[in-house]
């Protein structure tokens, strides 16, 4: 009898655990019974909130789902504006569960990779749909807030029937493709070029200007200078002419002997010159004659 009651105990131990289980923060739990979604009378799935609880052991199981916001940042795409233009777009989404009974259902079992794979291709449609319809200029100059409000509207009306609230769709980046980038850039290039090119040629031109500017200054300066030179050098030719005339006015003779001195130092300065001249010659005028007026 002590064993049966012993058995019977560890029975309803095991029982009683089995039937608790604990909900954590940030999940919720939904019952699925006989491997359909458990309802209320109301018709409405059972789902239970953070906390401990009771179920049907054996016959119940509890499927626990993230309820937490979270985010799907997938690889970026390309999409086609209206111009039909390529661009590479790379987006995230900010999502939650919001029927849970639902999500489950849809996804196979709340298989998140399964929701997100959905949820990204239908933000992608609602992205290309609005990338189609409007142009690159449209998109970069003001419109992306609008563009993503809308690709918002369109998320969070195809995403209802996975159970799922779209809470926010943002363009992180809008690149061009490689091919499309290199030939933009290479055009700015060449255009830069023909920019530098124009502004050397216009610095050339400048300069030649500046250097014939300064050249025709610097010819006119020096003019200025050799005709002042020669004013001057004229003033005092003329000056000095004037002191050897009013010198030569005093003194006739001296002024003769000087100059006679001079012509005999000038002629015989080397030494080994040779004059032939006649003795009586004006030349020797100074010379034949001595102190006292001797002849010898």
């Known amino acids: 009898m002590k064993n049966l009651i012993g058995v019977i105990v560890v029975i309803l131990a095991l029982l009683g655990y089995s039937s608790l289980f604990t909900i954590a923060e940030g999940e919720r739990g939904i019952v699925i019974r006989f491997g359909k979604v458990a309802q209320d009378d109301e018709g409405q799935a059972v789902v239970y909130q ?3 609880h009771f179920k049907m052991p054996f016959i119940e199981r509890i499927e626990k789902l993230d309820a937490r916001v ?12 209206s111009e039909q233009k390529d661009l590479i777009v790379d987006a995230f989404v900010k999502w939650r569960i919001s029927d849970f009974a639902q999500f489950y259902l849809s996804t196979g079992g709340g298989n998140r990779a399964q929701a997100e794979g959905l949820l990204m291709r239908r933000i992608n449609s609602g992205l290309r749909s609005e990338f189609g319809s409007r142009t690159i200029q449209d998109i970069v100059s003001g419109e992306r807030e609008d563009l993503m409000e809308q690709a918002l509207m369109q998320a969070a009306d195809g995403s209802s029937d996975l159970g799922i609230q779209v809470l926010d769709v943002r363009v992180k980046q809008i690149n061009l493709p490689d091919e499309v980038s290199e030939a933009i850039y290479a055009r700015m290039r060449a255009e830069r070029n023909a920019v530098a090119r124009e502004h ?10 500046i250097r014939a500017d300064v050249d025709a200054r610097v010819t006119v300066m020096l003019a200025d200078a050799e005709r002042e030179a020669r004013q001057i050098r004229g003033e005092g030719d003329a000056e000095a002419a004037g002191i050897y005339g009013e010198a030569y006015g005093m003194d006739p003779e001296f002024f003769s002997f000087i100059r006679s001195m001079e012509a005999y130092t000038a002629s015989f300065e080397g030494g080994n010159d040779v004059i032939v001249l006649s003795p009586e010659s004006d030349f020797f005028k100074y010379f034949n004659s001595m102190s006292g007026g001797s002849n010898d």
């Open 200 to 209: 050397r040629s216009e610095g050339r031109q400048e300069s030649e200007f």
């Open 50 to 52: 953070p906390g401990l």
């Open 70 to 81: 979270k985010t799907l940042d997938g690889e970026a795409d390309r999409f086609i504006t």
